[in-house]
């Protein structure tokens, strides 16, 4: 496979499916179009975050939730570091994660979303949206589990009220007072099991290909860029690759626009024991031990300062 597949959500599954995998087996990520989140939906979603990043410092700051590992509400400018990156990255975000309901036996190890009172309509539009992500990410799980020769509903169980968390990113215009070696969003790859972007048509996204060489992820307006993750590069025990990918700065005109986008990392459930599935170990495989979704979750927080 020369490039990066670009498959249609909205045809059958069994006919993309092996395309997905193959596209997730060398390059770590594929372009997903017709993925059913509507269009009026992310438009709305958009204004609403260049709205809380437009207010004042100080009301975005009593957002921001001290000990809370950045995991729900605001986290300013300078705050993540890539794992074994030098610099800070030059961003500030919001995380909304699941909404549980009270008593909730998974409450003790996922927060209780916050919501900006300084924006109308904040919290209904990110509740729709975060619902949207999740829908295309399990028809998405489901040709993944077909590619594995899984049944088509392998992953449902395995992501019911799965630790998943979307991230709406503010990445400012670029100043002369950038530091040397800062990027947008340093090289790192990501914790959980597959990653849906919105937004990754504004030029700076890069994978890093088998060979070493950095790839422009470029897909068509509206479409999706989804890659694989850590826990999913485990349970497949390496035969779908989470791949180090980066936000480069852009030069000439486009440094000087803000870039907004929203990934949503799709995560297994934090009592799920990521265990290499059988189908993807050859005899005499090396295999990473049994460890549940929260525990390495937190093994990676650690690691990049957000725990």
């Known amino acids: 496979m020369s490039e990066i597949a670009s498959i249609s959500l909205a045809r059958p599954l069994a006919e993309f499916s092996d395309d997905l995998g193959r596209s997730f087996a060398e390059f770590g990520f594929a372009i997903v179009r017709d993925h059913g989140i509507p269009q009026d939906l992310i438009e709305r979603a958009e204004a609403k975050a260049r709205a809380f990043f437009a207010l004042p410092a100080e009301a975005k700051q009593a957002y921001h939730i001290p000990g809370g590992g950045g995991a729900r509400g605001y986290t300013p400018f300078g705050k993540e570091i890539a794992k074994d990156a030098e610099v800070h990255d030059l961003k500030e975000f919001w995380h909304v994660g699941r909404s549980l309901p009270e008593g909730h036996a998974l409450s003790a190890v996922m927060a209780p979303n916050v919501w900006p009172s300084e924006v109308e309509g904040f919290r209904e539009t990110f509740d729709e949206l975060y619902a949207a992500f999740e829908q295309a990410g399990e028809r998405i799980l489901a040709a993944i589990a ?6 088509e509903n392998y992953f449902v169980a395995t992501v019911e009220d799965g630790n998943s968390v979307m991230r709406l990113l503010h990445y400012p215009p670029l100043g002369d007072d950038v530091p040397d070696k800062a990027i947008r969003a340093a090289a ?77 990392f799709l995560h297994f459930r934090p009592d799920f024991t990521i265990q290499a599935l059988e189908s993807c170990v050859e005899d005499d495989a090396e295999v990473a031990p049994p460890i549940t979704a929260h525990d390495f979750l937190q093994q990676r927080l650690r690691e990049i300062g957000l725990a």
Do not use: C, Q
Not at 146 to 151: D, M, V
Not at 201 to 226: C, D, H, Q, R, T
């Open 188 to 264: 790192h790859g990501d914790i959980n099991t597959i990653t849906l972007l919105l937004g990754a048509e504004e030029a700076g996204l890069e994978l890093l290909s088998k060979k070493g060489e950095w790839v422009a992820v470029s897909p068509p307006p509206g479409a999706l860029a989804v890659n694989v993750g850590d826990m999913l590069e485990r349970l497949t025990n390496g035969r779908l690759r989470s791949t180090t990918h980066r936000v480069v700065n852009p030069g000439g005109e486009a440094a000087r626009r803000a870039r907004y986008s929203m990934p949503f």
């Open 146 to 151: 077909l590619h594995l020769g899984l049944p």
